[in-house]
Nanobody, 127 residues
Framework: QVQLVESGGGLVQAGGSLGLSCAAS????????MAWFRQVPGKEREFVAA????????DYADSVKGRFTISRDNAKNTVYLQMNSLKPEDTAVYYC????????????????????WGKGTLVTVSS
């Protein structure tokens, strides 16, 4: 069982930056590929970024590529999402998720691939 707790959400102006963190419980963090998803009320949850269990592979949605950076620190059981050049359309609840994997370079992109979810943190980008 893994518990995920997101932090760092808030209100930021368009063009600004914000960093999210996701702290995981347990001693097996390095066996999980991690991902960030986001959801706007009334819309489906969408993939944002993923990082492999080793941290050597990353993947991004086209909408955030070049603006967002996912990283992880396995010693701290934490995954990060640095968001730059934010746009109003980035406004959403951001969720951290973990997928138990054996492949060291696998980066999951779908909700169904994830085993555990955080409760989310709200990011609001004003125009």
């Amino acid at each position: 069982q893994v518990q995920l707790v997101e932090s760092g959400g808030g209100l930021v102006q368009a063009g600004g930056s914000l960093g999210l963190s996701c702290a995981a419980s347990g001693r097996t963090f390095s066996t999980y590929a991690m991902a960030w998803f986001r959801q706007v009320p009334g819309k489906e949850r969408e993939f944002v970024a993923a990082i492999s269990r080793s941290g050597t592979s990353t993947d991004y949605a086209d909408s955030v590529k070049g603006r967002f950076t996912i990283s992880r620190d396995n010693a701290k059981n934490t995954v990060y999402l640095q968001m730059n050049s934010l746009k109003p359309e980035d406004t959403a609840v951001y969720y951290c998720a973990a997928a138990r994997v054996t492949n060291y370079s696998y980066t999951p992109r779908t909700s169904i691939a994830m085993d555990y979810w955080g409760k989310g943190t709200l990011v609001t980008v004003s125009s």
